[in-house]
């Protein structure tokens, strides 16, 4: 699949902007040149396999396999010709010095491979039943790029940001989750 345009909607994930409906994608006309391009929610491959096993009445056994393919990153700078985006600070697509710096034209995250199983065990008891549950998430503990600094410029003079690219956000760590369910 492909995401292509010039606003993800009511988010701005490549600035982690998460408000709902309070982007600023189109507060000032200097933030859409060079908009348009890949958003951040593109994933042009992802496969998904999922199943379970029921052993007898009591055990089962269960997996979810995940494989994204990369996210296409930005670089966020000062708009050359606009001081009032500017005043926004590094929210335009321009870098390097005023260079454009079209949308999804940056870096790219990691392809993501993440595996989880699941184990269920039913025990009997006279006011009802008990469910054991466990759960494994990242079985191989992945630590695929999630995120990438996306901000290459620190001031409308073009400082470049050194930290331009550098990994922000990991894949979740493997952890296990313990539970049970009592029915009565």
């Given at each position: 699949s492909r995401s292509r345009g010039?606003?993800?909607?009511?988010?701005?994930?490549?600035?982690?902007?998460?408000?709902?409906?309070?982007?600023q994608d189109f507060?000032?006309?200097?933030?859409?040149?060079?908009?348009?391009?890949?958003?951040?929610?593109?994933?042009?491959?992802?496969?998904?396999?999922?199943g379970y096993y029921q052993f007898n009445e009591k055990f089962s056994m269960g997996t979810q396999i995940q494989v994204s393919s990369p996210r296409s990153l930005s670089c966020f700078g000062y708009h050359p010709t606009d001081p009032y985006a500017n005043a926004y600070g590094a929210a335009s697509h321009y870098c390097n010095d005023g260079e454009p710096a079209p949308r999804g034209k940056g870096n790219k995250t990691d392809w993501i491979k993440q595996v989880d199983i699941s184990a269920r065990?039913?025990?009997?008891?006279?006011?009802?039943?008990?469910?054991?549950?466990?759960?494994?998430?990242?079985?191989?503990?992945?630590?695929?790029?999630?995120?990438?600094?996306?901000?290459?410029?620190?001031?409308?003079?073009?400082?470049?940001?050194?930290?331009?690219?550098?990994?922000?956000?990991?894949?979740?760590?493997?952890?296990?989750?313990?539970?049970?369910?009592?029915?009565?």
């Amino acid at each position: 699949s492909r995401s292509r345009g010039n606003s993800e909607g009511y988010v701005q994930s490549d600035f982690g902007q998460d408000d709902a409906g309070i982007t600023q994608d189109f507060d000032q006309p200097g933030f859409v040149d060079y908009a348009s391009g890949l958003l951040p929610n593109d994933r042009t491959h992802k496969f998904k396999l999922w199943g379970y096993y029921q052993f007898n009445e009591k055990f089962s056994m269960g997996t979810q396999i995940q494989v994204s393919s990369p996210r296409s990153l930005s670089c966020f700078g000062y708009h050359p010709t606009d001081p009032y985006a500017n005043a926004y600070g590094a929210a335009s697509h321009y870098c390097n010095d005023g260079e454009p710096a079209p949308r999804g034209k940056g870096n790219k995250t990691d392809w993501i491979k993440q595996v989880d199983i699941s184990a269920r065990y039913r025990i009997d008891t006279p006011v009802g039943q008990t469910t054991l549950r466990a759960d494994i998430f990242n079985l191989f503990n992945g630590h695929g790029v999630q995120k990438r600094s996306e901000i290459g410029e620190l001031s409308a003079a073009g400082d470049y940001n050194y930290n331009y690219g550098h990994t922000t956000q990991y894949q979740t760590p493997r952890f296990v989750r313990l539970g049970a369910d009592w029915e009565f």
